[in-house]
């Protein structure tokens, strides 16, 4: 009887002790977080081991957060980029949205699956903010104000223009007697321009 309850006692010692353990021997061996992460780049990768994203900087040595074209594997197999070949993201073509800051201005760009740009939105070195729209051909819409042929911070016209130059509403300043006035104007270009215009980025 006696070496029953011993036996009893060290199978309920044991099971406690494991009990306890197994809450408070992670808790004390758990590691701290990082405070800081270093590093030059973040890349994220699809199935393949393709960057399809990154973190870091460019080859401009702009500071961006850049997103490439992503096609998921299919559950049947096959490519996952049909007829295309991955390619990497330093090449501003394979970048699909690009954020970032290039000599201290912000910027957001989007590109078309041909690579070339068609939304850019930017602020300039002196704060003003342009956004551009474009299509395969070039350049369409403008909104934004719109900057002299010295850029500085005087540069308040603005304007919603449509290229090549078709037709522009906006305002302009003018100084006069030490004042400075802002005139609204518009304007539409009668002769007609051929599409598409000019030759393609």
Known sequence: MKQTFVIGAALL????????????????????PAQVIRARRFELVDEAGQTISYWGIDK??????????????PPTGGSARPGRSPSGLSDLENQRVAIGVIDDSPFVTLR??????????LLSMYGKPVLLMEDE????????VEQS???????NDWSLAFGPERARIG?????????????????????????????PK
């Open 149 to 155: 042929d010295t850029p500085g911070p005087g540069d």
């Open 60 to 73: 401009l040595q702009d500071a961006v957060l850049v997103f490439g074209s992503h096609w998921p594997i």
């Open 171 to 199: 305002m302009y300043t003018e100084k006069h007697g030490g004042q400075t006035y802002v005139r609204g104007s518009f304007a539409v270009h009668k002769d007609k321009v051929k599409y598409p215009y000019g030759q």
């Open 13 to 32: 010692a044991g099971f406690v002790g494991g009990a306890i353990g197994t809450r408070v021997v992670p808790f004390r061996q758990q590691p701290s």
């Open 112 to 121: 078309g699956a041909d690579g070339k740009t068609r939304v850019r939105l």
């Open 137 to 144: 051909t070039g350049p369409r819409v403008l909104l934004g």
